[in-house]
């Protein structure tokens, strides 16, 4: 499961030809306008068809969810409240 980008050949940063997601070796979403628009649009698929968060993005997932959207976010992990109350102590 991931996000996907096809860079254009000899093209300017940031200019790409597809931006995508994949689950389990197979495209379900292409044509995406950006990259946060995946990352957004992946939090989606991974809630609709009830999925784990990828191991090494589980706790940006997390953090994304539960702290800027506000989802479920009585019960942090100590990872992210450890950052949530860094972010909050620096304001």
């Known amino acids: 499961m991931g996000v996907y980008v096809i860079n254009k050949e000899g093209g300017e940063i940031g200019a790409h030809d597809d931006i995508g997601i994949y689950v389990e ?24 068809l009830n999925m784990a968060y990828p191991k090494e993005l589980k706790y940006s997932y997390e953090f994304i969810q539960k702290v800027l959207l506000k989802m479920d976010g009585e019960r942090l992990s100590p990872k992210v409240l450890g950052l949530k109350n860094k972010i909050i102590a620096g304001l």
Do not use: F, K, P, T
Request: proline share 0%; aromatic share 4%.
């Open 25 to 48: 070796g197979e495209i379900i979403l292409d044509n995406i306008g950006s990259i946060a628009q995946a990352c957004a649009m992946m939090l989606g698929v991974i809630y609709v």
